[in-house]
């Protein structure tokens, strides 16, 4: 009875990711459906006749011009070398070095405001938890006029540079830091340890719950990061996924045709995320509670 009890508890729980997990199966399956059953009404909810078409069709001419028959998603973008692979390489690279850079420049940051003796650290650390309260998209205009400036517009460095001070980041940081006693930086002091090294080989080590919870926060901000790529990014080759996906999706809004070819997009845009997410959960999981308890 106490089983049945909890099990209807959770219930609300499965409905809750049943909705969310139906749109995600559905565009799965919509990428490997052949074009006649992808516009048949009604439609199936499970392939008839798999196919690998929306990703490279075989019978597709460029020289003809067919209703049935439309480039696969690695058969198009021909003037960026790679196709869409470029965009996939894009994304993964400023996602990478966003997530690596951040992290390492907040936990500075967080060492500082918690480790040192650091004078008006609590004004900076107010300062830093109501920059919090900005919307992001007020800074837009003048990130962009710094970017041009130095002429980083449609370059790694206009990525990266600009998305590198993460505020929440350090917040968290900062309350998971606090639960690291203090007597261990003060036995590195004694020992002779430098603050950078205490901070690289005493703190790090004991932070990577944290880290990782943040570093799965982090990817996927930055992976799905749309609007500010759409505005530094004056080159295709430039481009990363969502502004690639939304560029494809523009582009063949209005034929049925190229639904599976989106799909397509839209499943390998996904897939880096959701395999991220289960190999860092565990650690998401934990470094959320510790930083819960002790914070």
Do not use: C
């Amino acid at each position: 009875m106490t089983r049945l009890k909890g099990e209807l508890i959770r219930l609300p729980l499965y409905l809750a990711g049943l909705t969310m997990l139906v749109p995600f199966y559905w565009m799965a399956s919509a990428a490997f459906k052949p074009v006649p059953e992808l516009t048949r009404n009604p439609p199936s909810f499970v392939p008839g006749d798999p196919t690998l078409d929306a990703f490279h069709e075989p019978a597709w001419d460029p020289g003809v011009r067919a209703d049935q028959v439309v480039a696969g998603l690695f058969q198009r973008y021909p003037d960026v070398p790679g196709g869409f692979l470029r965009f996939m390489g894009n994304s993964l690279f400023v996602a990478a070095a966003i997530t690596v850079l951040s992290l390492l420049v907040a936990a500075l940051a967080a060492y500082a405001l918690t480790k040192m003796d650091l004078p008006g650290r609590r004004v900076i650390f107010v300062v830093v938890v109501a920059s919090m309260m900005i919307p992001w998209q007020v800074t837009l205009v003048p990130n962009y006029l710094i970017v041009r400036n130095l002429e980083w517009l449609n370059s790694y460095p206009g990525y990266i540079v600009p998305a590198l001070a993460k505020a929440f980041v350090v917040f968290f940081l900062v309350q998971y830091m606090r639960s690291i006693p203090d007597d261990l930086v003060h036995a590195a002091r004694v020992d002779g340890a430098g603050e950078f090294r205490i901070w690289w080989r005493v703190v790090m080590p004991l932070m990577r719950p944290a880290l990782a919870a943040m570093a799965i926060f982090v990817v996927l901000a930055e992976w799905n990061n749309f609007l500010w790529p759409l505005i530094i990014v004056q080159d295709d080759t430039m481009a990363n996924v969502p502004v690639a996906l939304s560029r494809l999706n523009a582009s063949n809004a209005f034929n049925p045709n190229n639904m599976a070819v989106i799909m397509a997009a839209s499943l390998l845009t996904s897939l880096p995320t959701v395999i991220f997410f289960l190999a860092f959960q565990k650690h998401f999981t934990r470094g959320i509670a510790l930083s819960g308890i002790k914070g």
